[in-house]
């Protein structure tokens, strides 16, 4: 079986999120996605609601992954659900140049992993975590960016109903 993670801070998922995680279901056995719990990024949403965020929007679009949380290393994660692959979204340049320095890290320390990375869809390109907590937080409307089933929650979330 052929397990890959997808791994994120997903704050909170977004649209395109979504769509990495879909095809990752297309390409591979079984799907983690791994939520992680980064103090450093200083997230707007606990761990908790993110893991639920990202089950919500995996579970409205049919995709079948697990969601896990975690902290420490991502090569933790990965030996411990013994996948054979990272998959990680692209959006353009900036993002490939960064995602060039991940993998070649994982590769020093996952061997026998692969770094697999996705182009966004045309539909969901350039849509960020940051661009959707900026705008929410100002009162602009996030309806096209994150999973129709979690919005509104989200929404709420940025404008400080709960965390």
Partial sequence: MRTCI????????????VDIISRAAMLFDRVVVGVLNNLQKNPCFSLDKRHE??????????????????DGLL????????????????RGVPDFNY???????HRQLLPDVETVCLMQSPKVDNISSNFVRD?????????????????EDVERGL????N
């Avoid at 995602?99 to 890290?105: D, G, K, R, T, V």
């Fill in 6 to 17: 997808v791994p994120g801070s997903f704050d909170p998922v977004t649209r395109g999120h």
């Fill in 53 to 70: 965020f990202v089950e919500r929007a995996c579970c409205a679009e049919g995709i079948q992954a697990e969601v896990v949380a975690f």
């Fill in 75 to 90: 090569a933790d994660l990965v030996r411990r659900e013994n996948a054979c692959a990272i998959v990680r979204g692209l």
């Fill in 99 to 105: 995602e060039s320095q991940f993998a070649s890290l």
């Fill in 135 to 151: 705008v929410g937080r100002l009162g602009g409307d996030i309806s096209a960016w994150v999973p129709e089933c979690i919005w």
């Fill in 159 to 162: 404008n400080g109903k709960f």
